[in-house]
């Protein structure tokens, strides 16, 4: 009786064991789903299966950071007048490049050595020393058949010089309208620490106060703050951001960023680029690659440069290099508040032939302002 009993329980712990290996078997099942699951979320950097090399450095799953909750989505303010209402920013130009020619040329002994001060004031303004000698000639001329000035004839007279070599007949639109299905693409470019990622951010800003949808790729993959940062002014958008891990490939990341702003028919997508000089060819392998990626998917509406106005003529070389090696579409020029010397407009879109589109005049979100040349001479000249 005692042996009937013991066989039964036997028998009772036996099936459990047995019944509760079955239980626990189809949890062990998930781990293959979830590898599936990762196994979707890298096909979409689909670049990879298309570009060799591309796919060597596509280590890590791309990661899209979604838009933070609703509340904390900011509504930036549309960017139309913008640089009328922060033409105070300008005030370092203004006050040395602006009020200083116009107290030269009310002079009233307009002698060769106040032109050579004209020229050299203009020269010191960063406006490239043919653009001062041009103006230069121009107004002895003016000023000569003009005879007696008075101080409105002065200002009017250096107004048209500059904003003649400012050339308001540039295509200064950033073009970032939609293609039917596809969103508009603008890649920024430009060394690290002029505010390329600042002016990503900020751009992202633009567009969305002006009713556009955004996306970012932070495709800047050699420093991963560059990532955080990006993300940050994205967040506060409501602007999705595309990104990998540091060290990734750019160009994938490029690629990714597009085919999401594909995915969700955003107006435009933001991509920002790594700027390090390090060799000529170094550069133009990594932003000919991104291009050449990107375009599997779209085509590239802007390659915006953005140069640190603050930099003068090292800036102008470096900007000179990155037109070697890439199409330039605009430039966004960046820290004109921290610098008198506002005659670099001038000086950089004569070296490289393409329009300031953009300019950066502070720190805050909303201090980028679309360039507009007579808002400029306007700041520059106005009585302090
Ligand atoms: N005053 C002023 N500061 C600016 C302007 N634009 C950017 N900055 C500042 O310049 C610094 C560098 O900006 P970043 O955007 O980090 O520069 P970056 O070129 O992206 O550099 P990486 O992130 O290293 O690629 C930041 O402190 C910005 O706030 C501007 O128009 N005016």
């Known amino acids: 009786m005692d042996y009937t009993i013991v066989a039964v329980v036997i028998f009772v712990v036996a099936v459990l064991v047995v019944g509760g290996a079955f239980l626990i078997r189809p949890r062990r099942s998930q781990a293959p789903d979830e590898d599936r699951e990762g196994g979707a979320a890298t096909a979409v950097a689909e670049p990879r299966e298309r570009e060799d090399e591309t796919a060597d450095a596509a280590a890590g799953t ?210 920002d680029t790594a700027g390090r000089l390090h060799t000529k060819t170094g550069l133009m392998d990594e932003l000919g690659k991104v291009k050449r990626v990107v375009e599997k998917r779209s085509q590239v509406d802007e390659v915006l440069l953005v140069l640190d106005a603050t930099t003068g003529q090292n800036g102008l070389r470096q900007a000179r290099v990155f037109a070697e090696v890439v199409n330039i579409t605009g430039i966004v020029l960046t820290k004109l508040d921290g610098t008198a010397k506002g005659g670099i407009v001038i000086q950089v879109q004569r070296e490289l032939g393409v329009p300031v589109k953009l300019v950066g005049l502070g720190e805050g979100p909303d201090d980028l302002a679309p360039f507009d040349p007579e808002g400029f001479v306007d700041a520059i000249l106005e009585a302090a």
Request: include cysteine; aromatic fraction near 2%; charged fraction near 25%.
């Open 62 to 271: 791309t990661a899209v950071q979604e838009a933070p909750a609703a509340p904390e989505v900011e509504t930036p303010p549309p960017s139309a007048g913008r640089l009328v209402r922060l033409r105070a920013r300008l005030a370092r130009s203004q006050n040395v490049f602006g009020q200083g020619l116009l107290s030269l040329l009310s002079s009233d002994q307009l002698d060769e050595d106040a032109w050579e001060e004209i020229e050299d004031t203009l020269v010191t303004a960063d406006v490239g020393v043919t653009a001062a000698a041009q103006i230069v000639e121009s107004l002895r001329t003016k000023v000569k058949v003009l005879g007696t000035r008075t101080s409105a004839d002065i200002r009017a007279l250096l107004r048209t010089e500059l904003l003649a070599q400012i050339n308001p007949e540039l295509d200064r639109v950033v073009h970032t309208e939609p293609r039917g299905e596809s969103p508009a693409v603008v890649l920024v470019v430009g060394v690290n620490g002029t505010g390329k990622t600042t002016s990503c951010g900020k751009l992202a800003r633009v567009l969305v106060g002006d009713g556009r949808s955004v996306v970012l790729g932070a495709a800047d993959t050699f420093r991963a703050a560059a990532a955080d940062q990006l993300e940050t002014w994205g967040g506060r958008v409501g602007a999705p951001v595309v990104r990998r891990d540091e060290g990734a490939d750019p160009a994938s990341v490029a690629f990714d960023a597009v085919s999401r702003g594909i995915e969700d028919a955003a107006d435009a997508v933001i991509v």
